[in-house]
């Protein structure tokens, strides 16, 4: 099982990036696909997650920012985010998550800054 995350990277305060996680080896619409990040210093939080049958949840402070969508025929779950503030900088990861199985991707860097 893999999980790659992509399309983090430097965004001026306002912008907007798309982060993306390709999944491989495992059935991809059967999980609950989650977003998570950690600033330096800080603990693991939840972003956003997505179930198996599209429901999307969001922590407090994405709320209305990001979006969470995922396209199982691409085995892909997409972070679009919105208006980035300097607090969003962080490593961004991925996690694929059953009853019974959990993958975690390697993270990607997302830093807003001016």
């Known amino acids: 099982v893999q999980l790659v995350e992509s399309g983090g990277g430097l965004v001026q305060p306002g912008g907007s990036l798309t982060l993306s996680c390709a999944a491989s080896?495992?059935?991809?619409?059967?999980?609950?696909m989650v977003w998570y990040r950690q600033a330096p210093g800080e603990q693991r939080e939840l972003v956003a997650h997505i179930t198996s049958g599209g429901s999307a949840v969001y922590a407090d402070s994405v709320k209305g920012r990001f979006t969470i969508s995922r396209d199982n025929g691409k085995n892909t779950v997409y972070l679009q985010m919105n208006n980035l503030k300097p607090k969003d900088t962080a490593v961004y990861y991925c996690?694929?998550?059953?009853?019974?199985?959990?993958?975690w991707g390697q993270g990607t860097q997302v830093t807003v800054s001016s």
């Open positions: 080896g495992l059935l991809f619409s059967m999980y609950t």
């Open positions: 996690r694929a998550q059953t009853l019974w199985s959990d993958y």
